[in-house]
């Protein structure tokens, strides 16, 4: 990454993360007590995305320990925007905004606690980009909450597409022949469909 896309602050930040993550997958510490973070390479991803269409309002649904919110977020800062980010689990919220906060970025983002089902049902403002890492089980269900928030033209990245692909094999088909998205899965990191809002 460049300097201007990324500092030192962050990196450190992103660093620390990554190495946690891998040593807690390394332990086997319980699937509900660790990060379950993106990949890095889907980090940067989810970074060129945000810059490439110029998102400023950026919804990310699964915070953990705020790993992709810092990507999500070091792009919106570029972009003048924000990111809004739902988490449900109030150890990995404090986690998030004390990781969010060592990075430089608390002035960008902003981490809800509390049920993201609840928080996009009441949601009115539209979404220029949504990233969807939450419970496999879910996927579905919040497809049919995020579509009508997304404007035309607006992305919705969702992980996990190839290392859990018979759990999200509904969710996959549905997002494939959704009339109102355009999308593919990309065979980067652990799977990630990319979509789009058709007008």
């Known amino acids: 990454m460049t300097e201007h896309t990324i500092d ?16 807690e997958r390394e332990q086997g510490v319980a699937r509900a007590l660790r990060l379950r973070q993106v990949t890095p390479d889907v980090g940067r991803f989810l970074h060129v995305l945000v810059l490439a269409s110029h998102a400023r309002s950026v919804l990310e649904i699964g915070t953990s320990g705020g790993y992709s919110t810092i990507w999500l977020a070091l792009a919106a800062r570029a972009t003048r925007g924000s990111v809004v980010s739902l988490e449900l689990d109030p150890v990995k919220v404090r986690l998030a905004r004390e990781d969010v906060a060592a990075a430089g970025l608390s002035e960008v983002v902003e981490v809800v606690e509390g049920d993201a089902f609840a928080y996009l049902r009441d949601r009115r403002q539209p979404a220029q980009f949504v990233f969807l890492d939450a419970e496999k089980e879910d996927y579905l269900a919040y497809l049919d909450l995020i579509v009508p928030l997304l404007v035309p033209g607006g992305l919705l990245v969702a992980d996990n597409l190839l290392s859990h692909a018979g759990d999200l094999a509904a969710f996959r088909a549905r997002a494939l022949a959704h009339p109102r998205l355009s999308a593919v899965v990309v065979p980067i990191g652990r799977g990630e469909l990319l979509a789009v809002r058709t007008a």
């Open 8 to 23: 030192g602050q962050a990196a450190t930040v992103l660093a620390r993360l990554e190495e946690r993550d891998a040593r």
